[in-house]
């Protein structure tokens, strides 16, 4: 059994779409009328969907305090690599990369969303 997709609360559906095109190579499949909702599918078949948190019936739209979502790259280079391509396209970064427990990465906020970047750890070198 495979996660199919996540629907995420967004502020701003046009940004958000083109900031997870830009740096995780997502592709937009399909935009609702009024920016309201954006269907895009990643490299490996995920489906991530950003909804405009005016779409919220009940207006609850804060995530809890640990709520995140996590990008694994294949070694350290790549994080670096990310994350100096995040900082040169004016993304608010809040930490540089780091060893955190078993991974080497950074965490960020994107709107209202936490984000972590990480890979595994080469014990060996």
């Known amino acids: 059994m495979n996660l199919n ?3 995420l609360s967004v502020q701003d ?4 779409r083109t900031f997870f095109e830009t740096y995780f190579d997502f592709k937009c499949e399909d935009s609702k009328p009024n920016d309201t909702l954006s269907v895009l599918s990643g490299t490996n078949g995920f489906v991530l969907v950003l909804m ?5 019936e009940k207006g609850n739209n804060a995530y809890p305090d640990a709520f995140h979502i996590g ?3 294949d070694n350290k280079d790549e994080v670096i690599a990310l994350f100096n391509k995040l900082k040169a396209g004016g993304v608010n970064l809040e930490q540089q990369p780091q060893k955190i427990r078993k991974t080497f990465g950074f965490y960020f906020h994107f709107q209202t969303i936490m984000i972590e970047i990480g890979s595994q ?3 060996a070198a």
């Open 5 to 7: 997709h996540l629907n």
């Open 13 to 16: 559906v046009p940004a958000a």
């Open 52 to 56: 405009n948190e005016r779409l919220n």
């Open 71 to 73: 990008f694994f790259l």
């Open 121 to 123: 750890v080469n014990e």
